[in-house]
C-alpha cells in the first residue's frame, strides 16, 4: 500500500534532550513537509522540501532541523533549543506535478516530561 | 490579517441536513484550494480539491469557489454522525509548493 508513515506515534522528551521524528513515504513525491499543530492553532509549517538534498525554512523553523537525503525520507530533529515542543508533529508529501495536493502521515505526538 | 480565515464553530446540524463550511482567503494569486478532514487526535485526510471558479461534486460533498470574493466553501449532503470532525480549509498559493491552512471549523452532527 502506497502512503506516508511516521514513528514513532507517541514519545516522550527530557529537558535538555534532541529527538528525531521518522517519515518515509512510498507515493513517489517530490516535495516532503513538516507541520506543527498545537490546540486551537491549525497547522503551521516547519520545514518543506521539494527535492533531494534541498529544504527551506517554512513559518516557525526555530528550534527544528531537517535532512533529506533520500526522496523517501525526510526526518524531522527538535532540539533542546525548542522551548515548548509539546505539540502533534504531521509530516505529508504532494507531487510537484498537477495541484500538489499534500497527504498526511499518522502524526507523532510529541510531549516533554 | 491571517492568510486563512474560518469560523471556529461548533456548527452544529441534525442528521440529514445540509452542512455548509466557509473559508475566506487573503492572497489572490492562490491557484489550489483543499478541503481536509481531521477526526480527533488523527492527522488530517484529504476531501476535496478544487482549482477553478464553481462548483465541483464528489458524493456528499460539493466545494465552491469564488476567486473574485476570495471565498471557498464545503457543502455536505445528507450529514452523518460519522461526519462529526474538525473541517480544515487550505489554500496553496505562490511559486512554491506551500500550503497554508485555517485554523478549522468543527462540525458536530447531532443525531
Known amino acids: 500500500d502506497g502512503g506516508i508513515t511516521q514513528s514513532p506515534k507517541y514519545l516522550f522528551r527530557k529537558e535538555g534532550q534532541n529527538v528525531t521524528l521518522s517519515c518515509e513515504q512510498n507515493?513517489?513525491?517530490?516535495?516532503m513537509y513538516w507541520y506543527r499543530q498545537d490546540p486551537g492553532q491549525g497547522l503551521r509549517l516547519i520545514y518543506y522540501?521539494?527535492?533531494?538534498?534541498?529544504?527551506q525554512k517554512g513559518d516557525i523553523a526555530e528550534g527544528y532541523s531537517v535532512s533529506r537525503e533520500k526522496k523517501e525520507s525526510f526526518p524531522l530533529t527538535v532540539t533542546s533549543a525548542q522551548k515548548n515542543p509539546t505539540a502533534f508533529y504531521l509530516c505529508?508529501?504532494?507531487?510537484?506535478?498537477?495541484?500538489?495536493?499534500?497527504?498526511f502521515g499518522q502524526g507523532t505526538r510529541l510531549t516533554v516530561v | 490579517q491571517k492568510e486563512v480565515e474560518q469560523n471556529s464553530g461548533p456548527l452544529s446540524v441534525p442528521e440529514g441536513a445540509i452542512a455548509s463550511l466557509n473559508c475566506t482567503y487573503s492572497?489572490?494569486?492562490?491557484?489550489?484550494f483543499f478541503w481536509y478532514r481531521q477526526y480527533s487526535g488523527k492527522s488530517p485526510e484529504l476531501i476535496m480539491s478544487?482549482?477553478?471558479?464553481g462548483d465541483k461534486e464528489d458524493g456528499r460533498f460539493t466545494a465552491q469557489l469564488n476567486k473574485a470574493s476570495q471565498y471557498v466553501s464545503l457543502l455536505i449532503r445528507d450529514s452523518q454522525p460519522s461526519d462529526s470532525a474538525t473541517y480544515l480549509c487550505?489554500?496553496?498559493?505562490?511559486?512554491?509548493?506551500?500550503?497554508?491552512f485555517g485554523t478549522g471549523t468543527k462540525l458536530q452532527v447531532i443525531p
Open positions: 478544487i482549482y477553478s471558479n
Open positions: 492572497d489572490r494569486g492562490s491557484q489550489s
Open positions: 505529508a508529501s504532494s507531487p510537484s506535478g498537477g495541484y500538489f495536493e499534500a497527504f
Open positions: 507515493l513517489n513525491h517530490d516535495a
Open positions: 522540501s521539494q527535492i533531494v538534498n534541498d529544504f
Open positions: 487550505a489554500v496553496r498559493s505562490g511559486g512554491y509548493q506551500k500550503v497554508t
